[in-house]
């Protein structure tokens, strides 16, 4: 069974701090991927990943930065964080590069104040 | 970049009553994916279509995708209160992306 843990189910964070997002899946995909789910808005992408220290901009990435230095571990970064960036944060992963169903982990709910 | 209108965004119905959610792309898709998340869960895949035409059905589920594969539908027969959620679907376009766009998904509440 794959499994996409992330590290934190509900963080809470002051403006302006630095914020690290932690993802780590168990079955070698190639592909990883954040996305904040903000209601009626969707799942919008904000980074993807398809190889160790390869990273591509989503829809949204400004605010964000992301890093994966291991196949397995791929980091969201709030460089500065702000109220606006308040969300449900959503890793996933995928085996193939343009193929294949993404598995989702749990979801870190960010509350900024 | 890809743009994928799915509707409607609520949808409440009967326990019995039947519910169907749609997906609408300007573009050719390569192939269209549905998700599941359940109230306070994650996405969870469901089933993907690749070919113009295709219907696949999981139980009371019947998943459609168009003949221009611009569209897609997800049509459940029977509603339970187990099916309460929100739908997505995801696309895929025929440049190979390696990244889905979601469409805005569909919430489903089922009244006992």
């Known amino acids: 069974d794959v499994k996409v843990t992330q590290s934190s189910r509900y963080l809470v964070k002051r403006t302006g701090e630095k914020v690290f997002l932690e993802c780590v899946q168990d079955?070698?995909?190639?592909?990883m991927f954040w996305y904040r789910q903000d209601p009626g808005l969707g799942l919008r992408l904000i980074y993807f990943?398809?190889?160790?220290?390869?990273?591509e901009k989503g829809d949204i990435p400004e605010g964000y930065s992301v890093s994966r230095e291991k196949k397995e571990r791929f980091s969201l970064i709030l460089e500065s964080a702000s109220t606006n960036q308040t969300s449900m944060y959503l890793c996933?992963?995928?085996?193939?590069?343009?193929?294949?169903?993404?598995?989702f982990g749990p979801g870190t709910r960010l509350t900024v104040t | 970049g890809q743009q994928v209108m799915q509707i409607p965004q609520y949808q409440h119905v009967q326990e019995g009553e039947d519910f169907t959610t749609y997906c609408n792309s300007s573009?050719?898709?390569?192939?269209i994916q549905w998700y599941k998340q359940r109230p306070g869960g994650h996405p969870v895949f469901l089933i993907q279509?690749?070919?113009?035409?295709e219907v696949k059905k999981q139980k009371r589920l019947t998943f459609q995708f168009g003949e221009a594969k611009k569209n897609s539908s997800l049509h459940i027969t029977a509603t339970q209160t187990t099916d309460v959620g929100t739908y997505f679907c995801?696309?895929?376009?025929?440049?190979?992306?390696?990244?889905?766009?979601f469409g805005t998904g569909t919430r489903l509440t089922v009244i006992p």
């Open positions: 995801a696309a895929r376009d025929q440049t190979g992306a390696n990244n889905l766009f």
């Open positions: 573009t050719t898709l390569s192939n």
């Open positions: 996933a992963s995928s085996p193939f590069r343009g193929a294949g169903q993404e598995y």
């Open positions: 079955m070698d995909h190639e592909n």
């Open positions: 990943s398809y190889d160790v220290k390869m990273k």
């Open positions: 279509l690749v070919k113009s035409g």
